[in-house]
């Protein structure tokens, strides 16, 4: 199994990004996927999963930030939009949702003017 991300960097406040996770190893299109992120100093937490076509976003980025996935291509996707400085973080897909069993290993964003 492996997930690699990629499409992190530097991005002004209000910029965009769009990450990457392709996937590879397992049935992709079954499984729950997640975007988790680590900011510095601080512990990692969920920031939006998607289950079929359903998606889940915590409070803070709903409105901002797109889960999506191309099952065709192995790929999981994050758009995020409107981009904050607290957005500053790095961001691992994992496979799984609550418990994770397979990460990636991270893109860095980093949201600075």
């Known amino acids: 199994v492996q997930l690699v991300e990629s499409g992190g960097g530097l991005v002004q406040p209000g910029g965009s990004l769009r990450l990457s996770c392709a996937a590879s190893?397992?049935?992709?299109?079954?499984?729950?996927m997640t975007w988790v992120r680590q900011a510095p100093g601080k512990g990692r937490e969920w920031v939006s999963n998607?289950?079929?076509?359903?998606?889940y976003y915590v409070d803070y980025v709903k409105g901002r930030f797109t889960i999506s996935r191309d099952n065709a291509k192995n790929t999981l996707f994050l758009q995020m939009n409107s981009l904050i400085s607290e957005g500053t973080a790095v961001y691992y897909c994992?496979?799984?949702?609550?418990?994770?069993?397979?990460w990636g290993q991270g893109t860095q964003v980093t949201v600075s003017s």
């Open positions: 994992a496979r799984g949702a609550g418990h994770y069993d397979y």
């Open positions: 998607i289950v079929g076509s359903n998606t």
């Open positions: 190893g397992f049935t992709f299109s079954n499984s729950y």
